[in-house]
Structures are given as structure tokens and as C-alpha cells.
């Protein structure tokens, strides 16, 4: 598994996979839907046409910041 630097994280779309927001988070992909199934994710995570989306505003908070998820907006 490769990280990413922030600076990487900060060229992102809007809206990343689960799988992406991992690889910045330098954890697995298996762990990310985990986390999501568990409500755990530290960002906040929605449902786009029946798939999990990472809002990467929110991944940058987290990894900038420490802080993520709904109550951070």
C-alpha cells in the first residue's frame, strides 16, 4: 500500500472513492469500508448512485487538521 502527501491529496476531485481516501489516509481499502459499515470513517462519507463517495474537502480537514465528519462542518 502507497501513501499520499498531502500535497497529492490537495489535487483530488471533489468527490474521491473510499478506496482513494484510504491511500491518503495510508490505510488499506478493505479497512475504509469498514470503517464506513461501522460509522467510523473520520470524513464524511455519502451515497452517490448507490456507491460510498469521500468528500475530500472533508479528507483535507482531517488530514490538515486532525478533525473530519459531519459535526466538524
Known amino acids: ?12 476531485p471533489a468527490v474521491i ?9 495510508n490505510r488499506s481499502r478493505a479497512w475504509a469500508y469498514q470503517a464506513i459499515a ?4 473520520p ?10 463517495a469521500v468528500l475530500t474537502a ?3 480537514r482531517f488530514l490538515e487538521h486532525g478533525t473530519g465528519g ?3 462542518a
Open 38 to 41: 461501522s460509522g467510523d470513517f
Open 17 to 25: 472513492s473510499p478506496a482513494t481516501a484510504a491511500r491518503a489516509l
Open 43 to 52: 470524513c464524511t462519507v455519502i451515497k452517490v448512485r448507490g456507491r460510498y
Open 70 to 72: 459531519p459535526e466538524a
Open 1 to 12: 500500500m502507497s501513501g499520499m502527501t498531502l500535497r497529492e491529496a490537495r489535487k483530488l
Open 58 to 60: 472533508d479528507l483535507l
